[in-house]
Structure formats: C-alpha cells, structure tokens
C-alpha cells in the first residue's frame, strides 16, 4: 500500500498519523512525548517506530507533511493605527495565519510600548496602518522606532502602500529582515487577509523552524513545517467548501478545547441575516480564527474560574463554591492530572461548557438596535454564526467524554440574548482522531483525500447520530 506520513509536532505531544492513499483510510497512529528541549527527532522516531510496527512491511512510503505548535509555535506582536480598524485587521491575519497573537499595539509606538515588544520576543511583528491613500506617519513611525532597537526579529510590512518605499529604505538602513506586502485594509472596513498570511507562513518555514529547533525534523524529514493551527484552517475551508467531486458542508465551525486555551475557527461569510441591519467596523473575513487564552482546561483553569465567574461554575458543576476554587487551583498547578472518578470527570466537562460558552460569545458578532424616527434600526458588528449548521468539538475532554452533545450545545444561542449572534441550530460532531490538522496537511496536495477522511473520520453526536468511523490516536508517554 502506498502510504503518507502526516507528523504533527504539538506543544506537548508529537503525533504521527498514517493514511493509505489507495484505500483512503488511516492504517496507523501513535503518540509520543515531544522532545524539543533536546532533539525534537528523538520523541518523532519512537512514534514512527509505532506506526511502522502497525502497518508492518506492506506500506511504500509516498509523502510525509509536517506541522508544528512546538515550542510555543508562532508567536506575533502586530501593530496599526485605529484600534477598531487597521490594528483589528492585523489581529485577525495573525491569527489567520495559525500565530498566537501576544499584544496589538495602537497609534504611534512608546518607548514604553517598544520596551514590551522587546520583552514580550515575539517570532515576527507585523506593521500595518493606514489605508491605501491615507495615513502614513503612524506605521512610518513604528518601523523607524522598532528597528532602530530590535534588529534580529522579521519583519512584516502590510500597511497603506504609499509608504512602503519608506519602509523599505528604514529597513534597509537599519539591517533587518523584512517582507512588504499587500495592505491588510486597503479599502476602509475591508480585511485582506491572504497575501500577509502567506508571507508570514513563508518565514515561519524558512527562519523560525530553525529557532525553534525544527531545523533537524525539516533536514531529516526533508519537509516544510507550517503551523498546526494553519493546517487547521485549511481543513476548516476545505470542509466548509468542499473539493471538485464532493459538496461541502456549508458555514461551520471548529471549537478546540486545551489545557491553556480555547480556539475557535468559523467558515461563514457571517453577513447579515436580519433584515433592516446596517454592517458596523470591520466586515471579518469568511476564515476566521479566534484564541482564548484565559480558556482552558488545566494551565487556565483559575483564569476561566475568574473569567465566567464561580457562580457559574457552581451553577454547571452543581459543586459547592469551595469545591470550585479548590479543584480550579489544583488543576492549574497540577496541568498533567486526569480525572480519575465521575465527580473530577464532570467537573471537568462542566469547566468545558463554560469555556465554549465564553469563547464562541467572544468569536461571534453582536446585534444594536436603536430607535430612530424611521424605526428601529439594527447595527451588526463582527460575524453572525447564525447560519453555521455544523459545529465540531475537538480536544481531549470532548474526545473521551460520554456526552460531547451536553458541552456542545453551550455553543448555541441563547434565547434570552438573541443579540449575540451565535448559531442558532446545529448537528454537533467530534475529532476524535486528531483528524482536522492532519487534513490540513493533505488538503493542498490531496484535496479529495483529506475531504473524505473528515467524511469518514468525524463523529456525529446527539440524537441524530449516524454510524461512524471513529479511530483513537494510541498514546504512549514512553
């Protein structure tokens, strides 16, 4: 059989994921610990040794893909003009482009603002401001300030165009890497996302792979590394999209529950769907990723305690207020512990309801109404989900609990605030088999296989389940 080797490098994990081209089905899996801090390729052999071991002799090794979240994966600090403008236009293609995004920073640069940036090291700041045509002191500015002092981080212009060529003439004076590129908002409200993000990906293979010590995976490996949460995104559209053979699956969205956060990915045109509403700021684009970093299960549990409140907590866990801040507290500083009996189990599924709630509330967009003398009038701000008709969880609390359904539906909309524009119906399913990041690797080369995988691999849950093809990922912490 001929067989592709789809390697995921994750923060604390390395997965290793074999699928049999011909057939079109995973043959093999296995997890091992990531060793980073020595030689990343020590922790990637032991899994490999594991799939070999399954698949035995008959597999002809025809490709292997490669992603990465190791090592803090891709870390950004971008920077704009108006906050609710140029600098949330900049916040969105680093996220679209699978970073973690560390600080968006406003107007011209402090020195304070620049001392932050310095101790915050990000792996490339991004520089935007200004529409085409309009202003350009404030990202002028920025790049003269910042690389004068910090000459040995990338950096990416993606501002009004009628600054770049000084731009490119401060980056040049003051030796530092840099890339220009189209405006992240060319057209005031209009978000660009596609050329920056694909300039940020193409740094991130060809310079922080090797500062993240990923040079011997891409030497051996022979591969480019892309960031996993980019290779999520992929999956995300293809899905939502479909291929030339298949129909996609129409406006969906993938909600990704951690030990440290809760990322959320929408694929929506998130246009208005009641009628009489006026659009408000930014018209966020159709791929959309949002990072919650106050949203997680074990490194976050205190934060999302203090972020949804302990009477909420009370309220979804019916445990008392000490049991809540005790079990939070020991969660965040023990962030390898599993539940070991049904009360820690659902607390823990308690703690995901709260984290969904809350991260698809921030992801989604808002409804105003306001009465004037023609009416009432409804203004939009951010993406209405309320079109999303497929809503899929994945992460270790959804992938072994009994009851995904019951965390899932806190993703709906709540009646009572139909001005959050959440969705507002949805068939749920679940990835159980790390299968998103690993049909972000072949959706580029094999579009059709990686459609069908996610066909074949995603789990319905809730009343309408239908039987699928559900493969576990065997973990081994040798």
């Known amino acids: 059989m001929e067989c592709i080797q789809l390697i995921d490098f994750g923060s604390t994990y390395t997965k290793v994921i074999v699928v049999d081209k011909l057939a079109q089905q995973i043959v ?88 932050n940036i ?40 993606a501002g009004n165009k009628n600054a770049m060529d000084d731009l490119e003439a401060i980056f040049n004076e003051n030796d530092v890497y840099y890339k220009i590129t189209d405006n992240v908002m060319p057209v005031m409200n209009q978000v660009q996302i596609e050329p920056a993000r694909e300039v940020i990906r193409n740094i991130f293979m060809e310079k922080i792979t090797e500062a993240k010590g990923l040079g011997k995976a891409k030497e051996k490996l022979s591969r480019e ?67 919650e970093g106050d949203l997680g299960m074990r490194v976050s549990a205190e934060s999302l305690k203090d972020s949804v409140g302990v009477r909420t907590l009370e309220e979804l866990s019916h445990e008392s207020f000490s049991y809540v801040t005790d079990r939070c507290s020991v969660l ?15 607390f823990d599924e308690s703690l995901a309801s709260a984290a969904v709630k809350v991260a698809v509330t921030r992801h989604a967009g808002l409804l105003e109404s306001v009465y004037t003398p023609l009416g009432m009038l409804f203004y939009q701000t951010g993406k209405d989900l309320s079109s999303v008709n497929t ?22 909309m709540d009646k009572t605030k139909p001005e959050q524009l959440m969705p507002k119906k949805a068939r749920f399913v679940v990835d159980g088999a790390y299968m998103m990041s690993a049909a972000g690797l072949l959706s580029e080369r094999y579009p059709e296989l990686a459609f069908k995988l996610m066909s074949d691999y995603l789990k319905k849950v809730g009343k309408k389940n239908e039987p699928q093809k559900q493969k576990m990922v065997r973990r081994s912490v040798s």
């Not at 973690?100 to 406003?106: Q, T, W």
């Not at 965040?332 to 659902?346: I, P, Q």
């Open 391 to 412: 809503i899929i969880g994945t992460g270790g609390v959804l992938a072994y609990s009994k009851n995904p359904e019951k965390i899932l539906k806190h993703s709906l």
């Open 118 to 157: 310095k101790k915050l090291n990000p792996d490339i700041i991004l520089l935007a401001g200004g529409t085409d045509g309009g202003n350009q002191d404030c990202i002028i500015h920025n790049a003269k300030r910042l690389s004068e002092t910090i000459k040995q981080i990338p950096y990416v212009a």
């Open 225 to 291: 590394i892309i960031p996993t949460p980019m290779a999520v995104l992929r999956a995300v559209e293809l899905l939502a999209k479909g291929t030339e053979h298949s129909k996609g699956w129409g406006p969906l969205m993938v909600i990704d529950i951690g030990g440290a956060t809760t990322d959320v990915h929408s694929a929506c045109d998130g246009y208005p769907t009641h009628s009489g509403t006026i659009m408000k700021g930014l018209f966020e684009p159709f791929l959309k990723r949002t990072v």
């Open 28 to 115: 093999a899996s296995a997890e091992t610990k990531t060793t980073v801090e020595t030689d990343i390729m020590i922790g990637y052999e032991k899994a490999f040794a594991q799939v070999k071991g399954q698949v035995g002799g008959e597999c002809e090794w025809t490709d292997c893909l490669v992603c990465s979240s190791a090592a803090g994966g891709l870390k950004m600090i971008a920077s704009g003009l108006v906050p609710e403008l140029t600098s949330e236009a900049a916040r969105l293609v680093c996220l679209g482009s699978g970073a973690k995004m560390l600080e968006v920073f406003s107007q011209k640069l402090s020195s304070q603002d620049i001392a």
């Open 332 to 346: 965040s500083n023990n962030t390898e512990l599993l539940a070991t009996n049904k009360r820690e189990v659902d």
